[in-house]
C-alpha cells in the first residue's frame, strides 16, 4: 500500500511539475509597439528656404514674376517609407474657363522629425494673376492644402 500511495504522490508531483513546465514554455506574447503617426505642422509659402528647409520671406502674395514658389513644412514622427507629395493647381483667376487646374505635382521620400519643401517654378510666360493652392498628401491620403495668391 506504501507503494502505491508513493506511486500516486509521485505521479502528482510528477503531473504538476510537466504542467508548470509547459505553462513555462509558452512562447512570450509581443507587446504591441504603436505605430507613429505623420503630421504635417508649420506649413508655410515663401520665397525662399534656408539650408535647413525653413522659409525665408514667408508670403502668401507673389507677383508675376517670382522666379519661383516655395512650401515649407514641417514633417513630425514619419516612420520609413513616408511619401509626401505636394500637388500644385490654379483655382481661379484672369485665365476665363478655368478652374481647380492642377499644374503640378512632385514627391519626397521622407523619415522622422524635419522640415521639407516643395516648390515650383515660374512659368515660362509669367504667373498668371489668381488664386492657387499647394495641397498636400502624405501616402496619397490629402492632409492639408495651403493657399497662395499671384497679383
Do not use: H, Q
Amino acid at each position: 500500500m506504501k507503494t502505491k500511495l508513493l506511486l500516486i504522490t509521485l505521479s502528482s508531483f510528477l503531473a504538476a511539475g510537466l504542467l508548470l513546465f509547459a505553462a513555462g514554455c509558452e512562447e512570450p506574447k509581443p507587446t504591441p509597439t504603436p505605430t507613429p503617426t505623420a503630421t504635417i505642422t508649420e506649413i508655410t509659402m515663401a520665397t525662399g528656404v534656408d539650408a535647413d528647409n525653413k522659409p525665408v520671406k514667408p508670403t502668401s502674395k507673389f507677383t508675376t514674376d517670382t522666379a519661383r514658389v516655395f512650401c515649407s513644412a514641417k514633417m513630425n514622427d514619419a516612420p520609413p517609407g513616408t511619401k509626401v507629395t505636394g500637388r500644385w493647381a490654379y483655382l481661379s483667376g484672369e485665365l476665363p474657363g478655368v478652374t481647380g487646374y492642377v499644374i503640378d505635382s512632385a514627391s519626397v521620400d521622407i523619415e522622422g522629425t524635419k522640415y521639407f519643401v516643395l516648390s515650383l517654378s515660374k512659368p515660362t510666360n509669367g504667373w498668371p494673376r489668381g488664386l492657387y493652392a499647394v495641397t498636400l498628401l502624405v501616402n496619397d491620403k490629402e492632409v492639408a492644402s495651403a493657399p497662395f495668391s499671384v497679383a
